[in-house]
């Protein structure tokens, strides 16, 4: 069985390139649950300088986690839900894929075995 996704393989890896990193899941999680935040508000969050959190922007933006859109002399950031709801359903996919594995194999196991006198 060979499991078939809506994402291509170049998308997959900038997505969980994306969200391998504990400081640009905060961010997604941040422009995800509320209003949308410059990149100089979300820099001011973390103990790294303004150049590394846009680098981190650029990830997510790259994964289409987020998207920048210029306001006035700042950048804001916006939680993209539609990709993150992509991510979600490939999870979903691959957790079924797997469940039907262990339970065709778990049947395997639950047969009785021949004795061997």
Same mark, same amino acid.
């Given at each position: ?27 997604? &999680? %941040? ?8 990149? /100089?508000?979300?820099? +001011? #969050?973390?103990?790294?300088?303004? *150049? ?32 993150? &709801? %992509? ?8 957790? /079924?894929?797997?469940? +039907? #594995?262990?339970?065709?194999?778990? *049947? ?10």
């Amino acid at each position: 069985m060979v499991a078939r996704y809506a994402l291509s393989d170049a998308e997959l890896d900038r997505l969980f390139r994306a969200l391998a990193d504990a400081t640009r899941r905060d961010i997604v &999680a %941040r422009v995800l649950g509320g209003e949308p935040a410059s990149v /100089s508000a979300l820099a +001011s #969050r973390y103990e790294m300088s303004f *150049a590394a959190v846009q680098k981190h922007v650029a990830v997510l933006e790259e994964a289409g986690l987020v998207t920048k859109q210029p306001q006035g002399r700042e950048k804001m950031v916006r939680g993209n839900p539609r990709q993150l &709801a %992509r991510a979600r359903a490939l999870l979903v996919q691959l957790e /079924s894929l797997w469940t +039907s #594995r262990f339970s065709q194999l778990d *049947a395997i196991l639950a047969e009785p075995r021949p004795n061997k006198e």
